[in-house]
C-alpha cells in the first residue's frame, strides 16, 4: 500500500515566524511531489511542485525533497495569520500511471497574529 | 485561461438515488483526475481519464463510474447512493507529461453532495 504520511497537527506559530512542514512516502518509485494549501470548504490550491533532490523556493515557500530518506518538506517564512489552513503533500504514483496523486490527510497550520 | 469547472457546486440526494457529477478542465489540458474528500479518509483517488480512456482506477466499488468526452470534459456517476458516499468530490485537470511522471494537478471548486 503506497502512503504519504504527515503530522496532523495543529501546527501552531506566531505570525513572522518559520513554519515547518513534514511529510514522508512509502513509494520509492515516485518521481513528483506536491504541496498543496486547503482553506476550510474550499478545493487544494498548489503552492509547489517538486521533481529533484534539493531545495525548491518560490517567494515565502521553500520545498525541499530528499529521495533517499523518501522526505519532503515545506518551509514558510515570515508566516502570515492568511497562511492559516491544512497542508496536503501529495506524491506522484510511478506504478504505470501519470494520473494518481497519494495524498497525505494534511497538517493544519495556525498562525497566530 | 479559466480554471477548473465543475457543477453543479452543491448537491442533496437520498440513498438509493444515482448522481452524475461534471467536470470541465482548464483549456488544453487532457487528463482529467477524480477525488472524493471525507473528513475520515482525506483525499482518496477514484479513476483518471486521458483521450476518453480510463486510464486508472482506484479502490471504489463498481457504482463509481466515470467518463471523459472528446473535448476532455468528463462526468463521473454514482448509482445507489449510499450515506457514506456524502463527500466533496474534486475533479482535477493536467496537462500530462510525458515519460511516466505524475503532473502537477489543478482542482476544480468540488462538488459537495449529502445523501440522505
Known amino acids: 500500500q503506497k502512503e504519504v504520511e504527515q503530522n496532523s497537527g495543529p501546527l501552531s506559530v506566531p505570525e513572522g515566524a518559520i513554519a515547518s512542514l513534514n511529510c514522508t512516502y512509502s513509494d520509492r518509485g515516485s518521481q513528483s511531489f506536491f504541496w498543496y494549501r486547503q482553506y476550510s470548504g474550499k478545493s487544494p490550491e498548489l503552492i509547489m511542485s517538486i521533481y529533484s533532490n534539493g531545495d525548491k523556493e518560490d517567494g515565502r515557500f521553500t520545498a525541499q525533497l530528499n529521495k533517499a530518506s523518501q522526505y519532503v518538506s515545506l518551509l514558510i517564512r515570515d508566516s502570515q495569520p492568511s497562511d492559516s489552513a491544512t497542508y496536503l503533500c501529495?506524491?506522484?504514483?510511478?506504478?504505470?500511471?501519470?494520473?494518481?496523486?497519494?495524498f497525505g490527510k494534511g497538517t493544519k497550520l495556525s498562525v497566530k497574529p | 485561461k479559466a480554471g477548473v469547472t465543475q457543477t453543479p457546486r452543491y448537491l442533496i440526494k437520498t440513498r438509493g438515488q444515482q448522481v452524475t457529477l461534471s467536470c470541465s478542465p482548464i483549456?488544453?489540458?487532457?487528463?482529467v483526475s477524480w477525488y472524493q474528500q471525507t473528513p475520515g479518509q482525506g483525499l482518496q483517488f477514484l479513476f483518471e481519464y486521458f483521450s476518453e480512456t480510463q486510464r486508472n482506477k482506484g479502490n471504489f466499488p463498481g457504482r463509481f463510474s466515470g467518463r471523459q468526452f472528446s473535448n476532455s470534459r468528463s462526468e463521473m456517476n454514482v448509482s445507489t447512493l449510499e450515506l457514506g458516499d456524502s463527500a466533496l468530490y474534486l475533479c482535477?485537470?493536467?496537462?500530462?507529461?510525458?515519460?511516466?511522471?505524475?503532473?502537477?494537478?489543478?482542482f476544480g471548486p468540488g462538488t459537495r453532495l449529502t445523501v440522505l
Open positions: 482535477a485537470s493536467s496537462p500530462r507529461l510525458a515519460g511516466g511522471i505524475t503532473d502537477t494537478q489543478y
Open positions: 483549456s488544453g489540458h487532457r487528463s
Open positions: 501529495a506524491g506522484g504514483d510511478y506504478g504505470g500511471s501519470q494520473g494518481n496523486l497519494i
